[in-house]
């Protein structure tokens, strides 16, 4: 397995590399064959947080982060977290059929999809967002966008999408279905789940 560590922030240090890199070891016993794990230690004020990424040989990842007054609590936190994690979805994982790892990128805008689910709970089907609340004679508003990332939509089912967005701690996942269709899977506020269906078909 790759491992790689990155300070932000802080000074670098081989007894905090050397202690995450054998925390991370603890998860391979539940993991089917990682690929690679990347950490990131950072700083700021009294917070010290990690953010840790393992990518596996089916394309998916699990994700987790961590934040105390202390690197070293900050560590176990987050792997103690990913482990209960990983041992809940342990046989799902190891059922899943290997993917492609590098997949095309898709010009969503993380921040922009976030504002969309913003408020979207246990109402009707879970397709539908709240209505602005700016009447048709209101001035159009301007809107910012702080942040823009790009992320992969994977080629999975619709089950295997649930895993991967509980898997990273995210609210919602855009994925392709295997017929290439762009779709989301989201959490609802009534603890379920809802499926937005684009009907769009990703290109190369």
């Not at 603890?26 to 990424?53: A, G, M, Q």
């Amino acid at each position: 397995m790759q491992f790689a560590v990155t300070f932000r922030h802080m000074e670098p240090t081989d007894a905090l590399k050397s202690y995450a890199k054998e925390r991370m070891e603890r998860v391979r016993k539940y993991l089917p064959d990682p690929i690679s794990c990347h950490v990131v230690l950072s700083t700021e004020r009294h917070n010290h947080r990690i953010d840790v990424t393992f990518q596996l040989h089916n394309g998916l990842a699990v994700a987790g982060h961590e934040t105390t007054e202390n690197m070293y609590s900050s560590i176990d936190l987050c792997i103690a977290k990913i482990e209960r994690q990983v041992r809940k979805y342990k046989g799902k994982l190891e059922g899943m059929k290997a993917r492609p790892h590098h997949v095309q990128a898709l010009p969503w805008s993380h921040s922009i999809v976030s504002e969309a689910f913003n408020g979207v709970g246990g109402e009707g089907n879970g397709h539908s967002v709240p209505t602005s609340a700016h009447d048709a004679n209101s001035p159009t508003p301007d809107f910012q966008v702080m942040k823009t990332e790009k992320f992969h939509a994977q080629p999975m089912s619709v089950a295997d999408a649930i895993v991967q967005m509980n898997l990273l701690h995210e609210a919602f996942l855009v994925f392709r279905h295997d017929n290439g269709q762009v779709a989301v899977v989201y959490k609802r506020e009534d603890g379920g789940y809802g499926l937005i269906e684009t009907g769009a078909t990703a290109t190369a």
